[in-house]
Antibody
């Protein structure tokens, strides 16, 4: 069974930085695109960023473009999200999710981690 | 950018009833790229339907998806107690992975 375990969340001041990680196991990590999806308290889901299996292609939501960088280390089966210039509106639970379909980005998300909470506040 | 809207915001039903949830896109989309997810409080979302009508692995056949163009539907035939949750539709494309705002199905 696919396992995704996020870490790195916490409390950060506005303007600060944070790096989230997602440790993946029990599937061939580099065969699948991955995404970060967030959910503000009491709100709906918002896709944040995606990266292809090779890591050569990445995609960002307009709300985070220029402030966030997605990356992956296929040798360690780890997905990362570097977040800079954080704002109060970035406060959310951040989920990592695996895309269905090998070597495809434009597919649904079939496995999710439990999420890590990021709080941006003074 | 394509925007997804979902209706109703909340659907109050009793166990055993049929739930019909709507997802509308602001412009026509390929039904290959439409998914539905279920989320319960404190849990991660779960993929129910992809490609507008294909059930994901392990999803009971009381869940079905349909639609094309701009209008898509998730139908739950015979609500079970565990089906009361929030449901999101999602458009996934070459560079866009937009979620709808969600429909909450609660117990009447």
């Amino acid at each position: 069974e696919v396992q995704l375990l996020e870490s790195g969340g916490g409390l950060v001041q506005p303007g600060g930085s944070l790096r989230l990680s997602c440790a993946a196991s029990d599937f061939t990590f580099d065969n699948y695109a991955m995404s970060w999806v967030r959910q503000a308290p009491g709100k709906g889901l918002e896709w944040v960023s995606a990266i292809s299996g090779s890591g050569r292609s990445s995609y960002y939501a307009d709300s985070v473009r220029g402030r966030v960088t997605i990356s992956r280390d296929n040798s360690r089966s780890t997905l990362s999200l570097q977040m800079n210039s954080l704002r109060a509106e970035d406060t959310a639970v951040y989920f990592c999710a695996k895309h269905t379909g090998q070597d495809q980005v434009a597919v649904a998300l079939d496995s999710w981690g439990h999420g890590t909470l990021v709080t941006v506040s003074t | 950018e394509i925007v997804l809207t979902q209706s109703p915001d909340t659907l109050s039903l009793s166990p055993g009833e049929r739930a019909t949830l709507s997802c509308r896109a602001s412009q026509s989309v390929s039904n290959t790229y439409l998914a539905w997810y279920q989320q319960k409080p404190g849990q991660a979302p779960r993929l129910l339907i992809y490609g507008a009508s294909s059930r994901a692995t392990g999803i009971p056949d009381r869940f079905s998806g349909s639609g094309s163009g701009t209008d898509f539907t998730l139908t739950i035939t015979g609500l079970e107690p565990e089906d009361f949750a929030v449901y999101y539709c999602q458009l996934y494309g070459s560079s866009q992975f937009t979620f709808g705002p969600g429909t909450k199905v609660d117990i009447k």
